[in-house]
């Protein structure tokens, strides 16, 4: 158990709303990741954190921000969601070169 | 581009039996590899880093050819638990914030 909880577990939104999913973890780990899972898809990066107020875009930043204010939550902000974005968002750390998984969260833009 | 390639299956076996996953990936100089487990509606989990002497535990066999940039996991002696998605996972660069993941094979275990 890596210590990952993420916020909410499910979320069903209208398009044009603002969205922003937590991602909270209790061991101090340096880098954190924000990936979605789409049917068709392997899990693709969005945005990652290798610190406090440090972060970076993945492959699939468009319509995405972050933030990192705390070692412990990595924020995940979808300004206005549009249908596209309903995806299945996990949080990640890492130990090395070794990833571990939040257990997700489950949105629907509609 | 940065790939990884893999079997979608599903992969349909009896209990017991012996399955092997192969992967294939784009980039030579990829520096790490996994296999992740995923069971449905649930979190990626890490079953096994690859090491390039290919490595063991228990059940699972992975093994990495570099030259011709290919991964395989073998599972023997099936067990229902372990009906699952399968994930290969490539890293493509040394601070490891470049993990690129397969579509996943789906294998399924019956009684």
């Known amino acids: 158990d890596a210590g990952i909880t993420q916020s909410p577990r499910h979320k069903v939104t209208e398009t044009g709303t603002p969205v922003t999913l937590r991602c909270h973890q209790t061991e101090n780990h340096r880098y954190m990741y924000w990936y979605r899972q789409d049917p068709g898809h392997g899990l693709r990066l969005i945005h990652y954190s290798y610190g406090v107020k440090d972060t970076d875009k993945g492959e699939v930043s468009d319509g995405y921000s972050v933030s990192r204010s705390k070692t412990e939550d990595f924020l995940l902000t979808l300004e206005s969601a549009t249908s596209s974005q309903t995806s299945v968002y996990f949080c990640?750390?890492?130990?090395?070169?070794?990833?571990?998984f939040g257990p997700g969260t489950r949105l629907t833009v509609t | 581009r940065k790939e990884v390639e893999q079997d979608p299956g599903p992969f349909n076996v009896p209990e017991g039996a012996t399955v092997a996953f192969n992967c294939t990936y784009s980039?030579?100089?990829?520096?790490?590899f996994f296999w992740y487990r995923q069971d449905c509606r649930k979190e990626p989990k890490l079953l096994m880093s690859v090491y390039s002497s290919g490595n063991e535990d228990g059940r699972f066999t992975a093994q990495l050819n570099r030259a011709s940039q290919y991964i395989s996991l073998l599972i023997r002696d099936s067990k229902l638990s372990d009906s699952a998605t399968y994930l290969c996972?490539?890293?493509?660069?040394?601070?490891?914030?470049?993990?690129?993941f397969g579509k996943g094979t789906t294998l399924s275990v019956s009684s």
């Open positions: 980039n030579s100089a990829s520096q790490s």
């Open positions: 996972v490539v890293n493509f660069n040394q601070a490891g914030t470049a993990l690129i």
């Open positions: 990640a750390i890492s130990e090395g070169h070794e990833q571990y």
